[in-house]
């Protein structure tokens, strides 16, 4: 092997000039395998990475570098770092290639070998959350973060991805939130003033109102309570700016622009500038419909983008910022002498905190699949991140107690995110009666599925919404679980909107008896979907005008 310290410094200069192609050569053509250290391992494998992400064959053999950077040393910081990125690549594989197959064994194996040494490395912290996230294991994914926040070597991305995993467990109160909340504030960015523009003051003669989102894209949730307001505004009272944060745009994107007084986009810009834009707007409020989701912009609402701030939709939780003045609610998410637990303003709407536009295809209303079946078929379409062991235990008791049952989810996950899934409801002994079916691409075929479900299973602590709304559409009754915060509530909200209190559970056992009782009185149960059918449409969950007045009226209390 030629000189090892000058190779490795002439090696080091060539990477950081991004000659991924010459790195990849030069260690290839003047060491063996054996002789490579896990610097030279690791070095060689992100070079084949960094020269294509999307190459699968340079992502197989970089995996195999990685490999072999870490099984080399294993417990030096080089084969540490050779582990990050040898879990890192093997998710970004699965991602990209379909029929990878992988089911993250050796992975686990790996790090729990040497997992007092990574204690302190954030990468692989980074890369284990990702294996979880892809697993649907919460608790697991929070408790990598959680070692994030506590070296205190974080972003602010790091603090918001805690912050919403905490939503899909119980270990957290809504003080606990709070708290967890002005730590996050006191932690992001303070840009420095002299660099910033002014906020302008004056209220022109119309209220500008800007919504910022990542997400105005097609078959995103928040997309169909976003076209209920801007589709119902006054023009002559209002004007409405886009804030895009989306580094791509689509059909929708330009339907939405469409509906606006103006769009910008500002996903390219860093905080500075994109804050300075957006406050050349002259916009009297700005909605963020992110909070710690998506590719949120929560440093620029940490630095106050307009004379007033208010969190919606997106994030069903208190932001923790001081700037954020306002969270949108209603009277059934967060009860009067629980404000204190919510760093906003709670801002009450009437009726319901979300309203859905609806879907622009007939209505049928359709019998109830038993009679045909001669069982009961339930289903979630909620994203298998909600659902947790404790859902999985009430779920198979269901099963259990109404004969010959079925379950059906749906999901766009991929097998080995299945896998954990379908070992819970193994160990409950009723995998059997579950059907895993993939999510559809087209909305209608998606809707229509609703038609072979007869009563639709609500998640918790967690709970659906737009999945809430589209089964209520579709006449399907959905059962919910009351919660101790907004996060929790949302089904308990919509089911109150719709004068369905009685499927409200008040805990697991309720929850258990409510279906069961429900599908044992097939009279109650068929009268009960008839009335939701004829009566969603009328209720607050759809009522767009009615809740458009009191959407408006409530920006221009804020505004006068």
Known sequence: MTSNKKLVLELQELFKQKEYSRVVFEITSQTNEQERSSFLHNLLGLSRVSNNKKNIDALNLAIKDFKSGYLKEKNTNHALDSLANFITTNVLLIDLEKNYKFDFTEILEF??????????HKTIHLAMAMVYRRLNDSNKLTFHFDQIIKSKNFTADDLCNYGYWRCFGKEWSQ????????????????????????????????????????????????????????????????????????????????????????????????NISALNKIRELKLDITIDLMGYTSTHRIELLKNRLAKKQVIWMGYCNTSGLENMDYIISDPNLIKPDEQKFYSEKVIYLPEIWNCH????????????????????????????????????????????????????????????????????????????????????????????????????????????????????????PVITMAGYNFNSRCGESINK????????????????????????????????????????????????????????????????
């Open 357 to 476: 536009c609806g879907f622009d295809f007939e209505r049928k209303e359709n019998p109830p699949p038993f009679i045909n079946n001669k069982y009961f078929t339930f289903g979630s379409f909620n994203s298998f991140n909600k659902i947790n062991p404790d859902v999985v235990n009430v779920w198979s008791n269901i099963l259990k107690r109404v004969s010959k049952s079925k379950l059906v989810l749906k999901t766009s996950h991929r097998n080995h995110a299945l896998k954990r899934l379908k070992n819970l409801f193994e160990k409950n002994d009723v995998l059997e009666s579950i059907q895993f079916i993939g999510r559809q691409e087209d909305l209608k075929h998606h809707l229509i599925t609703y038609n072979d479900i007869d009563i639709a299973l609500d998640t918790f602590p967690y709970n659906g919404v737009t999945t809430s709304f589209e089964a209520t559409w579709m006449g399907v």
């Open 497 to 560: 909107n719709l004068n369905m209190e009685r499927m409200v559970a008040k805990d697991e056992e309720d929850y258990v008896n409510k279906v069961v009782d429900l599908s044992n009185n097939h009279e109650d149960y068929i009268n009960l979907r008839k009335s939701i059918f004829l009566n969603a449409l009328k209720s607050p969950l759809f009522n767009v005008q009615n809740y458009c007045k009191s959407f408006f009226e409530a920006l221009e209390g804020i505004v006068n």
């Open 111 to 120: 790090y729990k070998s040497s997992e007092e040494l990574c204690s302190n």
């Open 175 to 270: 003080a606990d939130f709070l708290e967890y909340g002005s730590f996050v504030d006191k932690n992001l960015q303070i840009l420095p003033e002299d660099k910033l523009s002014e906020i302008f003051q004056e209220t022109g003669p119309k209220i500008r109102i800007g919504f910022l989102s990542s997400d105005i894209l097609q078959g995103h949730s928040i997309t169909y309570f976003l076209k209920t307001v801007l589709q119902n505004y006054d023009k002559k009272k209002f004007e409405i700016v886009l804030l895009l944060n989306n580094a791509k745009e689509d059909q929708l994107t330009q339907s939405f622009k469409n509906l606006a007084t103006e769009t910008i986009n500002i996903s390219n810009l860093n």
